[in-house]
C-alpha cells in the first residue's frame, strides 16, 4: 500500500534547554528539513526581577543573564546552519518565559515544535505534559500543529515511521503527519494495530479493515505524494511489539487527543521507545472528535490544510 501526502515548506520551532540535550534535537531536526522550510530556535530563560530596581550591579547581572542567553542561541543556530545543507532559513530568539508556557504557545503557531529530553527527565512525565502543549491552550483555537520528543541519546536515524492505533481508530492529523514524516526520510510508514488474544483468522480479518481504512484516508485527503505503507494488526501488547521492532523505527507518532496521555498502555508504549530505544515521539494535535457529526467536513479541511502547507 502506498500513502499519499504532499510535502512542502513548514513552520519549524524548537524549545532549547542549553544542556547536552540540545545536541539531539538539533541534530534530529538537520534530519528533518526540507529546502523552504522556516526553522526558528527559542532559548526560554527568567528574566532577573532585580533588573528592574535600576541599581548598576542589578542591570549588570541582568544583562549578563541575557547575554548568555544569547550566547547559547547563538551557539545552537550555528550548528543547526552547520548540520544541514538544505536551503532552509534558520532563525532564532531569546525569550523571557517558562519551558512549559513558551511550548505551549509556540504550539499554536508552529506546524513542529521540538523539545530536547535530557536523560534525568522521566518520559513519561514529558509526554504528559508534551500532549497538554500540543492540544494548545483552552481558549485559544488550535492549530494543526506537533510536538516532538527528542531522547538525549537519540544518535541513529532510522527511516521507518510507526503509528500505533492504541484506540482502533485512525486519526486524520495522525496519519498526515506521520506520511509528512515518512517523506521527508524517505522510509517506511507503519501502522500497527494491537488484537490481543485473537487467532490468525481474526488477525486476518483485521489487517484488511485497518488497510481499507488506510485506503479510506487517501481517497479521502488525496495528497500527493506516496511513501510506501505498511498496515498490520499483531496479536499481542503494542508495548510488546515496539520491544521486537524498537531498533528498526526513527519516529513514532501518536494522537493528543484528550485523555490518551492517562492510558497506561500509551504511556508505557512511550516510556518504552523513548528509555529503551531513544526513538523521537511526535504528539500531533487531534483536535477534531472523531465522533462529532461535523467532523466529516472538519477531517476535509484539515487534510486540505495540511496538504497545502
Not at 131 to 148: E, F, I, L, T, Y
Not at 180 to 193: M, Q
Not at 251 to 263: D, F, Q, Y
Request: glycine share 6%; proline share 5%.
Amino acid at each position: 500500500m502506498t500513502v499519499s501526502r504532499s510535502s512542502g515548506s513548514a513552520r519549524i520551532a524548537a524549545v532549547l534547554r542549553s544542556d547536552n540535550s540540545d545536541l539531539a534535537a538539533l541534530a534530529w531536526l538537520a534530519e528533518y528539513v526540507q529546502p523552504g522550510d522556516e526553522v526558528h530556535l527559542t532559548v526560554p530563560y527568567r528574566e532577573l526581577l532585580v533588573g528592574g530596581l535600576r541599581w548598576s550591579p542589578a542591570l549588570r547581572a541582568a544583562d549578563a543573564h541575557r547575554d548568555r542567553a544569547r550566547h547559547r542561541l547563538s551557539a545552537a543556530v550555528a550548528r543547526l546552519r552547520a548540520l544541514t545543507d538544505r536551503d532552509a532559513e534558520v532563525n532564532g530568539s531569546i525569550i523571557a518565559a517558562r519551558r512549559i508556557d513558551l511550548t505551549a504557545d509556540l504550539a499554536t503557531v508552529a506546524d513542529l515544535v521540538v523539545c530536547a529530553v535530557p536523560d534525568d527527565v522521566p518520559a513519561r512525565y514529558a509526554f504528559a505534559e508534551a500532549v497538554r502543549c500540543a492540544a494548545g491552550p483552552a481558549d485559544v483555537p488550535g492549530g494543526s500543529g506537533a510536538v516532538v520528543l527528542v531522547p538525549e541519546q537519540h544518535v541513529v536515524e532510522k527511516t521507518t515511521v510507526l503509528v500505533p492505533d492504541v484506540d482502533a481508530r485512525l486519526r486524520d492529523g495522525v496519519v498526515a503527519a506521520a506520511a509528512d514524516a515518512t517523506t521527508r526520510c524517505e522510509g517506511t510508514l507503519r501502522i500497527v494495530r494491537s488484537a490481543v488474544g485473537s487467532d490468525a483468522a481474526t488477525v486476518r480479518k483485521a489487517t484488511t479493515a485497518l488497510e481499507q481504512e488506510m485506503q479510506s484516508w487517501v481517497d479521502r485527503c488525496r495528497p500527493s505524494t506516496q511513501p510506501a505503507c505498511v498496515a498490520e494488526v499483531v496479536a499481542r501488547p503494542l508495548a510488546h511489539e515496539i520491544r521486537l521492532i524498537g531498533a528498526t523505527i526513527g519516529l513514532v507518532v501518536v494522537a493528543a487527543a484528550p485523555g490518551l496521555e492517562k492510558r497506561t498502555e500509551l504511556s508505557d508504549l512511550v516510556a518504552i521507545t523513548m528509555t529503551e530505544f531513544a526513538v523521537p515521539v511526535m504528539i500531533v494535535n487531534d483536535a477534531v472528535p472523531q465522533d462529532d457529526p461535523n467532523s466529516g467536513a472538519q477531517t476535509d479541511q484539515t487534510c486540505e490544510a495540511r496538504s497545502a502547507s
